[in-house]
């Protein structure tokens, strides 16, 4: 046992230590950081050269935190920089209250913190490799406990299944991972399962994560973080699953998939999958999704309590038959952001939000653009969707666009476009005739005080229902017949005025017929009849075009047996009949009894 200023330094069952070793156990009783690597480069190929005057025993670190080479270890820990552990560092079961720091140090040994109960671990800047002849993940923390974990700027390898870090159902205070470069060959790059958080977990700065596992490069499902998942500036690959697979998430506040922020897939399951997720709010301003297999954001179900921003640059690209950037039955309780978004999806939507819920505004415009395959493909999905707020739709750069909207509400009118414009995507631009896009945006007008544009898109209805919705030719027919005389009963005034111009022509026709022979006054005495004067012309016009009106005017002439008086006497069987329709017609109209669906 020897003696460091007023500390004793104690060799653990009596083993012989290096030169070096003796001096980290000194640093640790002082409180001191150990430097080995001073202004040297710490470069990989500087690490892989370093000598005996570098080198720790994985045994030294182990027995220090456990407290068994020095009595009274200072509170600042155990600091090390610059230095090539030999072996793993093996701290299963391990409980201790000792700081464990090293900086730019080469682990090629990998590290075990299964089920360890430590106050700090830092591995900054480390690179920190696979035990050889192992099948464990490079750092294993599952169900590890410690208030911070910090991994920032490390490099860490593996060819492993279980993952190149593991934490499963480890329990942190703080998750610092800025600038890391993590990569798999086999497995997940980070294995985070059931991981707990209660502050934050920073895999931004540079991260990068790549790995060709059907699980998942980054997997966080069922996690649960305390404050913030800060992946601004990140690049996340996988050549055969999720770039980010993270179903049942939950964290507290703000998910930042922003600042650059790239994720590249060719799977099925997704880019990004948040389904069933719960957070406080997804930033995703800028960023660059690709999948050349399936969606590039699957959020079935997702919960976020304020806003999603899908703004600001996002692109996305991908080839799914379910859409691109999906988030069917999700429920966002701010606003949905995508002005200026750039979506293509090369077979399905572009963007599905099919029976979303959004407790603000819907913002599809400032330059929003989508794109999907084929003629006929449907490129946005809102069917179904509930926008609590005001919805801004813009399809100036939406390709060939086909539009579900069917079971589309929203609060107000939408914007940017006129209510023609809407007509236009409500009649050409659906896959199918609907009745409730129509009838929804009549309501936001009739609310709003727009009577006549509400009648206008009610006609535009009943218009749209007679060329697309399957019916028979009788009732295209009779539909057509009312849109012309009533206005499919929003405009009974046509009738009216179509009673009129009968009327009129009764009476043009009783004239000209008078003056060509077609009308006499009726004999009194044996003689030749005289010729009806121009009053009794008139009204014999307008008892033939008038249903109901009677001006006595025939019971003094009657129509001739000439050429035209017989004309005449057709012409007014078809008045009368046209009069009698055109008045029941407006009737009908006036008092609602004609169906104006």
């Excluded at 069922?222 to 697979?245: D, F, K, Y």
């Excluded at 060939?400 to 631009?429: D, F, K, M, V």
């Excluded at 027919?477 to 009129?500: D, K, S």
Aim: include cysteine; aromatic fraction near 4%.
């Amino acid at each position: 046992m020897t003696s460091v200023g007023a500390q004793r330094v104690r060799d653990g069952n009596g083993a012989t230590h290096s030169p070096v070793e003796q001096r980290l156990i000194e640093s640790v009783a002082r409180g001191e950081v150990l430097d080995l690597a001073g202004d040297g480069p710490v470069d990989e190929e500087a690490m892989r050269s370093w000598g005996d005057d570098h080198a720790i025993s994985a045994s030294v670190v182990r027995e220090l935190v456990r407290g068994r080479l020095v009595n009274e270890p200072d509170p600042h820990g155990l600091r090390l920089r610059g230095a090539r552990i030999v072996g793993q560092i093996d701290l299963e079961n391990v409980t201790g209250d000792l700081a464990l720091e090293l900086r730019d140090c080469l682990l090629p040994g990998g590290v075990n913190l299964r089920n360890a109960r430590l106050s700090a671990v830092t591995l900054s800047g480390c690179r920190i490799e696979q035990a050889p002849d192992s099948a464990d993940a490079a750092l294993d923390a599952t169900r590890c406990a410690a208030w911070v974990l910090s991994l920032d700027g490390s490099t860490v390898t593996a060819d492993a299944a279980a993952g190149t870090v593991r934490l499963a159902a480890a329990r942190v205070g703080t998750l610092d991972c800025r600038g890391a470069r993590w990569e798999n060959s086999t497995g997940p790059a980070l294995d985070a399962d059931g991981l707990q958080v209660d502050q934050s977990v920073f895999l931004n700065g540079g991260f990068t994560a790549t790995s060709p596992s059907a699980r998942g490069t980054v997997r966080l499902l069922g996690a649960h973080v305390g404050s913030q998942l800060n992946c601004g500036g990140a690049r996340l690959e996988n050549t055969l699953g999720p770039a980010l697979n993270a179903d049942n998430l939950r964290v507290d506040r703000d998910v930042l998939l922003s600042n650059g922020f790239t994720a590249t897939s060719a799977s099925e399951q997704g880019t990004i999958r948040l389904i069933g997720a719960h957070i406080g709010s997804l930033s995703a301003g800028g960023a660059r999704l690709t999948n050349t297999a399936g969606p590039v954001l699957d959020g079935d179900g997702l919960t976020v309590d304020r806003d999603v921003a899908l703004d600001r640059g996002f692109t996305a690209s991908s080839a799914s038959d379910w859409g691109g950037v999906c988030l069917a039955g999700a429920h966002i309780g701010g606003l949905l952001a995508c002005g200026g978004a750039q979506l293509a999806n090369t077979i399905g939507p572009a963007l599905d939000l099919n029976g979303l819920r959004v407790d603000q505004d819907v913002l599809l415009d400032d330059g929003f653009s989508a794109t999907s395959g084929g003629d006929e493909a449907v490129v946005l999905t809102l069917a179904g969707a509930r926008v609590g707020g005001t919805l801004r739709l813009d399809t100036d750069r939406v390709a060939r666009p086909l539009i579900e909207l069917e079971g589309l509400t929203y609060s107000g009118l939408p914007r940017p476009a006129s209510t023609l414009r809407w007509l236009t995507l409500l009649r050409e631009h659906t896959p199918r005739y609907s009745a409730q896009p129509y009838q929804h945006l009549a309501a936001a007008h009739r609310a709003a005080g727009h009577d006549r544009d509400a009648r206008t898109i009610l006609i535009a209805q009943r218009r749209d229902q007679i060329q697309r919705a399957g019916l028979t030719a009788a009732e295209r027919a009779w539909g057509r017949l009312i849109g012309l005389t009533l206005g499919h009963g929003y405009q009974p005034w046509r009738a009216l005025v179509l009673l009129l111009a009968t009327l009129a022509v009764a009476v043009a026709l009783s004239v000209l017929g008078g003056h060509h022979g077609g009308l006499a006054q009726k004999p009194v005495t044996s003689g030749a009849a005289a010729a009806c004067t121009s009053i009794d012309q008139i009204g014999v016009g307008l008892d033939l075009g008038t249903p109901l009106l009677r001006t006595g005017a025939r019971d003094r002439c009657q129509p001739t047996g000439t050429a035209a008086g017989q004309a005449l006497t057709i012409a007014g069987w078809v008045l009368q009949l046209l009069a009698w329709s055109f008045a029941t017609l407006f009737v009908a109209g006036f008092t609602s009894a004609v169906r104006k669906t």
